[in-house]
């Protein structure tokens, strides 16, 4: 969830007010009809549907073409992201939300 909530922060930075309630969501599906034809974009399929629904579309609006470009987009928002301080305190962190 808290890639989807980075997503969010995202998009509220970027103008769009989006208000979405985590606790309650459900999975529906986005696309009916097959998008892929190779064996190594599903991951990115799947960010492309994430961001539609944030953006309140029920479809991505995007080809197979265009994954090579989604993909570079999301490196560069995952590059920008800051750096934990220390493993330590990261394992501290997950060891504390899952008791």
């Not at 998008?35 to 995007?62: E, P």
């Not at 920008?80 to 899952?98: I, V």
Request: net charge positive; proline share 2%.
């Amino acid at each position: 969830m808290r890639l989807i909530a980075r997503f969010l922060a995202v998009a509220r930075q970027h103008g769009h007010h989006v208000h979405i309630d985590l606790a309650g969501w459900v999975a529906r599906p986005l696309n009916t009809k097959r998008l892929q034809n190779n064996d190594f974009d599903c991951g990115v399929w799947v960010l492309a549907a994430i961001f539609a629904v944030i953006r309140g579309s029920r479809v991505t609006g995007l080809h197979e073409q265009d994954m090579g470009n989604l993909r570079r987009y999301v490196r560069s928002m995952v590059l920008a992201l800051p750096a934990l301080s220390s493993y330590s305190n990261t394992r501290s962190t997950y060891k504390d939300s899952s008791q």
